[in-house]
């Protein structure tokens, strides 16, 4: 009869990559579920664009399939924009909110606008690129150089994403903006 809280990891990691480490004491107190996003690690695969909604109404139909009917978002960086849309868009069945490292718009500067606009264009011409093509361009970009200190099952985590649904969440998350909405959150 534990309170359900559902962990939800930051772009580029996994639910593991960002949570393993509080499971256990987690697990004393709340009843914890923890998913992978779109794209990321074990999340769905979609051959549609990459939306941050989807993300949230992928979590409230686990919530269905586990016969969940109120629960707590943690998210952290990008997973804090996943729990303020499942504020946003099925708020009777949200308790609080946890957001850490997050915030409710990423884009200030027309640099980083520019930036994120340029996830978006490289997630666009992945869809153009063959599947090998795509794997050869993760492992000399991303995962040779960012995991080189990394633990195995850490870089297989890193490693079992769909690239391009990466690419295209950095896009989504230059274009998010909840600032008109966000002061209206009415739960802890």
């Given at each position: 009869?534990?309170?359900?809280?559902?962990?939800?990891?930051?772009?580029?990691?996994?639910?593991?990559?960002?949570?393993?480490?509080?499971?256990?004491?987690?697990?004393?107190?709340?009843?914890?579920?923890?998913?992978?996003?779109?794209?990321?690690?074990?999340?769905?695969?979609?051959?549609?664009?990459?939306?941050?909604?989807?993300?949230?109404?992928?979590?409230?139909?686990?919530?269905?399939?586990?016969?969940?009917?109120?629960?707590i978002p943690v998210g952290y960086s990008m997973g804090g924009l996943v729990a303020q849309l499942l504020?946003?868009?099925?708020?009777?069945?949200?308790?609080?909110?946890?957001?850490?490292?997050?915030?409710?718009?990423?884009?200030?500067?027309?640099?980083?606008?520019?930036?994120?606009?340029?996830?978006?264009?490289?997630?666009?011409?992945?869809?153009?690129?063959?599947?090998?093509?795509?794997?050869?361009?993760?492992?000399?970009?991303?995962?040779?150089?960012?995991?080189?200190?990394?633990?195995?099952?850490?870089?297989?985590?890193?490693?079992?994403?769909?690239?391009?649904?990466?690419?295209?969440?950095?896009?989504?998350?230059?274009?998010?903006?909840?600032?008109?909405?966000?002061?209206?959150?009415?739960?802890?």
């Amino acid at each position: 009869n534990a309170p359900t809280i559902i962990l939800l990891h930051g772009w580029t990691a996994t639910a593991d990559l960002n949570f393993f480490t509080c499971y256990e004491s987690l697990g004393r107190h709340f009843r914890v579920i923890a998913i992978d996003h779109r794209g990321h690690g074990r999340g769905i695969r979609s051959t549609q664009p990459f939306k941050l909604s989807d993300c949230a109404d992928d979590v409230a139909a686990l919530a269905d399939q586990l016969d969940i009917n109120t629960f707590i978002p943690v998210g952290y960086s990008m997973g804090g924009l996943v729990a303020q849309l499942l504020w946003k868009r099925h708020e009777a069945r949200i308790r609080g909110l946890v957001l850490a490292a997050t915030t409710g718009h990423f884009v200030e500067s027309r640099e980083e606008r520019i930036g994120f606009l340029g996830l978006k264009g490289l997630g666009a011409l992945a869809r153009l690129a063959p599947r090998a093509a795509q794997d050869w361009i993760s492992e000399q970009t991303y995962l040779q150089k960012k995991t080189a200190m990394w633990e195995p099952w850490a870089v297989q985590q890193a490693a079992s994403h769909d690239w391009r649904l990466i690419l295209e969440a950095g896009g989504a998350l230059g274009l998010y903006d909840a600032r008109e909405w966000l002061p209206h959150v009415d739960v802890p």
